[in-house]
């Protein structure tokens, strides 16, 4: 019915940056909100942002200032451009999304993942 497809996870040297994208694409009636989450070997899955399709945005307050989300309604599209990234960020990241599916209604989806490596 839905399918979340993400891109732009990859190897940086601390201090630099990348910029993760997902895609939502199949029976879409409407997005009502998209979101990165993440985790690292031996952690649980916490949320880094999320964003609404009415443009209101959280963060998690370890990359306040540091990641920036945003939401292409046009696209049914999500970005989550991470700078000044540490080592500590490496883990796997997660699209998530809340999404009004035609003719079923709401549901929850999850990416397949893509992972992201700050090392030197």
């Known amino acids: 019915q839905v399918q979340l497809m993400e891109s732009g996870g990859g190897l940086v040297q601390p201090g630099g940056s990348l910029r993760l994208s997902c895609a939502a694409s199949?029976?879409?009636?409407?997005?009502?909100?998209m979101g990165w989450y993440r985790q690292a070997p031996g952690k649980e899955r916490e949320l880094v942002a999320g964003i609404t399709n009415g443009g209101s945005t959280n963060y998690a307050d370890f990359v306040k200032g540091r990641f920036t989300i945003s939401f292409n309604n046009g696209q049914n599209s999500v970005s989550l451009q991470m700078n000044s990234l540490k080592p500590e960020d490496t883990a796997v990241y997660y699209c998530?999304?809340?999404?009004?599916?035609?003719?079923?209604?709401?549901?929850?989806?999850w990416g397949q993942g893509t992972q992201v490596t700050v090392s030197s």
């Open positions: 199949g029976s879409i009636f409407s997005i009502e909100t």
């Open positions: 998530n999304a809340d999404i009004v599916v035609q003719r079923v209604g709401f549901r929850n989806y």
